[in-house]
């Protein structure tokens, strides 16, 4: 049972009949986080309620979902719509999207912070000396327009949610420690997808790196991109030690929601980490399920 009231910090919502998503036109049933084939269609606030129900959500926060390229902001135009006409103001904040490697990321920053509900940037950085794990072609976090880039981010007072693997994070880490000024939120735990001996390893020493610089947070959810099978015991682990180097008042569960549909249902996620923390005290359970998340975006 889930003592306290839940705030979900890390969902997607999506419209397929009016926007255009590229990626969910291009799924797959081997992809790098699995079958994604029944991702492909629309998913709104109401669907996103019906899979909550029970659990006690009383806010959200969405994160970006690679909306149509040649509308930078078109995704939060629409998301702004949606929690103004939404009698209980879901989704209650944005993580948006910009590149920020790019010549036109500040003008297009300028043009998200104008949304009220905005809050922070993500932009994907997960890149794997092994092609069959990496996202992308270079590692963007070593690139100087992108370190530049990241650097407009405080001027507007963004928070960024950082999307990285073990192996990107002492670089990740060097640059982050000269913009302490911008909260950041480590996305899914850092994603151990080498659970080896050795990656577990290399996981650990990122995440104790990364955990280092008190204007870091992280998010624990997404285990089921990394281990799509997953059990509530293999859970543990990825919970119990993501809290250990962290601690649990920069720490936030999260649903990803609906990725991770594709691995179980909502109320078996939170019932999950409920279950994983019961000997906590009621207090880190506030930080956990609710409180740090309300603090990172302002909501």
């Not at 959200?60 to 209980?88: C, F, I, K, M, N």
């Not at 809050?119 to 992308?136: C, E």
């Not at 530049?148 to 192996?167: H, I, M, P, T």
């Amino acid at each position: 049972m889930i003592e306290v009231p839940v705030v979900d910090p890390h969902h997607h919502l999506w419209d397929l009949e009016t926007n255009l998503y590229p990626w969910l036109m291009e799924t797959s049933a081997d992809s790098v986080i699995g079958d994604t084939r029944s991702l492909s269609k629309t998913y709104l606030v109401e669907d996103l309620k019906r899979d909550m129900a029970g659990v006690g959500v009383i806010k959200s926060v969405h994160v970006q979902t690679d909306y149509d390229p040649r509308d930078t902001v078109g995704e939060t135009r629409w998301l702004q719509s949606v929690a103004d006409a939404d009698p209980d103001g879901f989704p209650h904040g944005f993580v948006v999207w910009a590149p920020l490697h790019k010549p036109e990321a500040q003008a297009i920053l300028e043009e998200q912070v104008r949304y009220k509900n905005t809050r922070g940037v993500r932009q994907m950085l997960l890149w794997h000396p092994d092609p069959a794990k990496t996202f992308f072609e270079s590692d963007l976090v070593r690139s100087h327009d992108w370190r530049k880039g990241y650097g407009l981010l405080k001027r507007l007072g963004l928070s960024f949610d950082l999307a990285v693997y073990a192996n990107q994070m002492a670089d990740a880490a060097q640059l982050l420690a000269r913009h302490k000024e911008t909260p950041v939120a480590l996305l899914h735990a850092g994603m151990p997808i080498d659970r080896d001996p050795e990656g577990w390893q290399r996981w650990r020493t990122g995440m104790a790196t990364l955990a280092s610089l008190d204007h870091v947070s992280v998010k624990i959810s997404g285990w089921g991109m990394v281990d799509n099978n997953w059990t509530e015991e293999r859970l543990r682990r990825f919970v119990l030690e993501t809290l250990e180097i962290f601690g649990t008042d920069r720490a936030m569960f999260a649903s990803n929601f609906p990725v991770d549909r594709l691995y179980n249902t909502y109320p078996a996620i939170w019932e999950a980490f409920a279950r994983i923390t019961a000997d906590l005290s009621i207090d880190e359970k506030h930080a956990l399920f609710h409180g740090t998340a309300e603090k990172f975006y302002r909501i």
